[in-house]
């Protein structure tokens, strides 16, 4: 009934630029905490960086001056805006979202597909 749709991933060379975007669909009644996540091979997934349905925000560390999350509520949309890109941010970029279907439901938690980030020369 929901799907997380992600766009925007590809090959970029270490400080360039990326923009993702991640798309809410189905029925949704409400959408609160939106946010990436990566996966790098070997590794665990990570918190990148989220975005509450008031655009609080919040990053990891590793990336606080580099990436901006942002939002547009009236799309059901978020977005990461990826600047001066590093080798080691390479990894699957994977959306999430809290989404309630109907007044009656819990808010449960989604996830998109993935998309692919390479940085390398």
């Known amino acids: 009934q929901v799907q997380l749709v992600e766009s925007g991933g590809g090959l970029v060379q270490p400080g360039g630029s990326l923009r993702l975007s991640c798309a809410a669909s189905g029925t949704i009644f409400a959408l609160n905490t939106m946010g990436w996540y990566r996966q790098a091979p070997g590794k665990q997934r990570e918190l990148v960086a989220t975005v509450t349905s008031g655009s609080s925000t919040k990053y990891a560390d590793s990336v606080r001056g580099r990436f901006t999350i942002s939002r547009v509520n009236a799309k059901n949309t978020v977005y990461l805006q990826m600047n001066s890109l590093k080798p080691e941010d390479t990894a699957v970029y994977y959306c999430?979202?809290?989404?309630?279907?109907?007044?009656?439901?819990?808010?449960?938690?989604?996830w998109g597909q993935g998309t692919q980030v390479t940085v390398s020369s």
């Open positions: 999430n979202a809290d989404i309630r279907t109907s007044w009656f439901t819990n808010m449960e938690n989604y």
